[in-house]
């Protein structure tokens, strides 16, 4: 049955077209920023592993490559926090225990981030970097799958607006929408 669904012509159909081949990176960002854009959230959050691509060549992008990239049905749910919030929610990610503990798992889109570490490899602070500045006591809108919401530990874990929507398919919609798109392979996060 798999290997029927597979071989559907539908799964191959062209959505869109990307100028340059992204790497993990590059998949981290585009669909952190998707999913920003589609939410109208402040911030977007995407967990490495829940990017089942580690690339995806220049040109066309079919349906098959974007349910390869995020084949688990997350929806995004769209959290209140404040910028001493998120800082929090890097931090706790950052210092867990587990596989992606002390790793740069959390990629963001509409900032950059960078984690101070001591001489354990343990995160410290972490400094926010976006075109405008969190102040004290405001609230921002912010976009994570809802497996990053109900697993990572955060102030406000399990809160939110739920979409209902599957990333795939707002990833789909904003590909059709936008059919030409340009990778950028660049991290936006720093560990020193």
Not at 44 to 56: C, E, I, P, Q, T
Not at 108 to 114: A, F, H, K, L, T
Not at 135 to 157: H, L, P, Q
Request: net charge negative; no cysteine; charged share 25%.
């Amino acid at each position: 049955m798999v290997d029927r669904i597979k071989q559907e012509p539908s799964l191959k159909a062209t959505v869109a077209t990307i100028d340059r081949t992204a790497d993990k990176i590059g998949l981290l960002n585009l669909f952190s920023d998707i999913v920003r854009r589609q939410t109208g959230a402040d911030f977007a959050f995407y967990n490495v592993g829940g990017m089942r691509l580690d690339s995806l060549r220049a040109g066309d992008i079919a349906l098959s490559d974007i349910y390869s990239a995020e084949p688990f049905d997350n929806k995004p749910v769209v959290v209140a926090m404040t910028g001493e919030q998120i800082a929090e929610f890097i931090l706790n990610k950052f210092n867990s225990t587990g596989k992606e503990s002390h790793t740069l798992d959390l990629y963001p889109s509409g900032m950059e981030y960078r984690i101070v570490t001591d001489a354990g490899g343990n995160a410290t602070d972490v400094f926010l970097k976006h075109n405008f500045y969190p102040e004290r006591g405001k609230t921002y809108k912010v976009a994570m799958s809802d497996y990053v919401n109900g697993a990572y530990d955060f102030s406000g874990r399990g809160q939110g607006v739920r979409t209902g929507t599957p990333i795939a398919d707002f990833v789909i919609n904003y590909l059709k929408a936008n059919p030409s798109v340009s990778v950028n392979n660049t991290s936006r996060v720093v560990i020193e």
